[in-house]
């Protein structure tokens, strides 16, 4: 009787390892598909990092936050790929510095030389802080929309009701 149980126990834990090892394959395996027809949506309301330090701490603490470099790079690769028609980027009174605001700004005027539309868009500028970075950043885009909160809702209103 034991034997059985112990026998009935591995096939069991057999199985459940075969499981598990094709569920590992299934999603390591599955690369994320891109639409023909897709649009890149940025938020610029955040700050950057410069780099990522190498510390074992910074590692654990920065996992998601990304790089000006990683956005910039992220930018030029949408450019060259024919699979993204446009870009749609919120924009507010984020602490970037003037470097980092020219940087992003230059990215995706890039971006637009592909004849690809840039859109930017806004809630704010910062009426309590200086908004002229934003503002700059926005005028790269094709077209600069300011929205309060609440034409935002109005306009939701009329959209769904």
């Given at each position: 009787?034991?034997?059985?149980?112990?026998?009935?126990l591995?096939?069991?834990?057999?199985?459940?390892?075969?499981?598990?090892?094709?569920?590992?394959?299934?999603?390591?395996?599955?690369?994320?598909?891109?639409?023909?027809?897709?649009?890149?949506?940025?938020?610029?309301?955040?700050?950057?990092?410069?780099?990522?330090?190498?510390?074992?701490?910074?590692?654990?603490?920065?996992?998601?936050?990304?790089?000006?470099?990683?956005?910039?790079?992220?930018?030029?690769?949408?450019?060259?790929?024919?699979?993204?028609?446009?870009?749609?980027?919120?924009?507010?009174?984020?602490?970037?510095?003037?470097?980092?605001?020219?940087?992003i700004?230059?990215?995706?005027?890039?971006?637009?030389?592909?004849?690809?539309?840039?859109?930017?868009?806004?809630?704010?500028?910062?009426?309590?802080?200086?908004?002229?970075?934003?503002?700059?950043l926005?005028?790269?885009?094709?077209?600069?929309?300011?929205?309060?909160?609440?034409?935002?809702?109005e306009?939701?209103?009329?959209?769904?009701?």
């Open positions: 009787m034991s034997k059985l149980i112990v026998r009935f591995a096939v069991l834990g057999a199985l459940w390892l075969i499981g598990m090892v094709i569920v590992l394959v299934a999603v390591i395996g599955a690369k994320g598909r891109v639409p023909s027809k897709t649009i890149l949506e940025a938020n610029f309301e955040q700050t950057f990092l410069e780099d990522a330090p190498d510390t074992p701490t910074a590692r654990l603490m920065l996992t998601e936050k990304q790089t000006l470099r990683d956005v910039v790079d992220a930018i030029d690769r949408g450019a060259s790929d024919d699979r993204v028609v446009g870009m749609i980027a919120k924009i507010g009174a984020a602490p970037m510095g003037m470097a980092q605001t020219q940087e700004r230059d990215a995706v005027q890039r971006f637009r030389a592909h004849k690809k539309f840039a859109v930017a868009y806004a809630e704010t500028f910062g009426e309590f802080g200086p908004g002229n970075g934003a503002y700059y926005a005028t790269a885009g094709r077209d600069l929309s300011w929205r309060s909160p609440l034409r935002v809702q306009c939701a209103q009329l959209l769904y009701g």
